[in-house]
DNA sequence: GATATTTAAGACAAATTTGTCTTAAATATG
DNA sequence: CATATTTAAGACAAATTTGTCTTAAATATC
């Protein structure tokens, strides 16, 4: 796992919230949790972390909730993954041989590295705003909720 | 981090005793797990499940340790990661969302599918051999235990 | 102002991963 | 056969991640 479920969470309540920017205020967290199917006071201790960051504005009390702090073309993947699994997480290497890098490659290094830069180049170019035309121009459903895993 | 620990170690340890294959019998776990740095007893269970699946042979008492089951050309670091943190490891998504795949893709796969089927023939048509190789031609010294981290 | 709603914060528990220790079994050597 | 070496196995502990629960604070509505 690339990512810790508490990344994958985030991220799937990010994409939940974007859907409905610019149409409703706040979304309250336990919509988002019931639709995800995720504990709520998990994803409540989760989505801080993102308010800290000036990625989501919560906000209190009836019609309380959160939404996001920017336009959905200025917040990146990338940010949502920093802010929740840090900085490392993508900037260290899978195997994280000791030492390393690319003055003293280890054996995959040569192949490793452009696959990491290149993936890394996927979170930073992807906003959320692509996200949501994604989602608008494929007409896509998806079923938050786990149901049996992915097909691949 | 997309490996377990336990994986990493797994890999490095063996990395470790391919480069001595043809040249020494067994290799002593207890020499590995002070070239690592790593815990004896945890580096033994792991190098058990790389045992379980054929892919070291152990041999107790005096003059033994663990050697590769088979020619350094026939073992994928892939096997290796799969027989430690299983089959899903790679097969899974980095995002995971439930109920998706390629005939209802979120919308993040058509970036990630390909570059994840990317990494995971790089981990399957690498083998032991090519490492060694590396190894070799790039006369790589590396610092096997941890000093600090990987410099990108 | 009273009440219901909703996030914030932190204590706590469960699960998983990582790491340690002890004992047993196998084997080479003398 | 006695001894030292080395892996096997499993109990146990520590650390981390994941998840639950309780209380407090903010705010809308009546
Ligand atoms: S040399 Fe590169 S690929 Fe190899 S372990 Fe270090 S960072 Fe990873
Ligand atoms: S659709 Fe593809 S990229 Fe998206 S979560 Fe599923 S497997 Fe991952």
Known sequence: ???SKACIYGIRATFYVSLYQG??????IN????????????????????????IMISYR????????ARAPEDISI???IKA??????????ILGLPGCGTERPCPLHDEWGPKRDALYQIFANTTLKNINEKFLIENFRISWKDNGGSTH
């Not at 149409?23 to 309250?28: G, S």
């Not at 019931?34 to 800290?52: E, N």
């Not at 009390?61 to 996001?68: A, C, D, E, R, Y």
């Open 23 to 28: 149409k409703r205020e706040f979304i309250p």
């Open 31 to 54: 919509e988002i949790s019931d639709a995800l199917g995720i504990s709520f006071h998990f994803l409540t201790k989760i989505l801080q972390k993102l308010t800290r960051n000036s």
């Open 78 to 80: 990338l940010e949502i």
């Open 61 to 68: 009390g009836p019609k309380g909730g959160i939404t996001l």
């Open 84 to 93: 929740i699994d840090g900085e490392e997480s993508l900037n260290s290497c």
């Open 1 to 3: 796992m690339l990512f």
